[in-house]
Nanobody
Framework: QEQLVETGGGLVQPGESLRLSCLGSGGDFWRWSMDWYRQSRENQRDWVGRIFSNGSVVYEDFVQGRFTISIDRAKKTMYLQMTNLKPEDTGLYLC???????WGRGTQVTVSS
């Protein structure tokens, strides 16, 4: 059974960093592109960025060079390295495979002083 599981969230102060992980099992996710999204309290789900199968990456404008998406194929894991976090980055971060029409359950990130 295909599954995506996100980990690495937590409570941090503004300006700090976090690295989120998305472990994919049961499927060959990395043959296609993968996305990160975040969901706010109002349940609005915003796209964060995408990594393509060739390793190229695109980001939403609000990232402003603060986030980096990468993949370790041997570990079957996609990462979201986040730096200089802001309170507005607070939300539930989810990974998504369009090819498998699959979402993880998400990991909560809270940025607060």
């Amino acid at each position: 059974q295909e599954q995506l599981v996100e980990t690495g969230g937590g409570l941090v102060q503004p300006g700090e960093s976090l690295r989120l992980s998305c472990l994919g099992s049961g499927g060959d996710f990395w043959r296609w592109s993968m996305d990160w999204y975040r969901q706010s309290r109002e349940n609005q789900r915003d796209w964060v960025g995408r990594i393509f199968s060739n390793g190229s990456v695109v980001y939403e404008d609000f990232v402003q060079g603060r986030f980096t998406i990468s993949i370790d194929r041997a570990k079957k894991t996609m990462y979201l390295q986040m730096t200089n976090l802001k309170p507005e980055d607070t939300g539930l971060y989810l990974c998504h495979s369009a090819a498998y029409a699959l979402w993880g359950r998400g990991t909560q990130v809270t940025v607060s002083s």
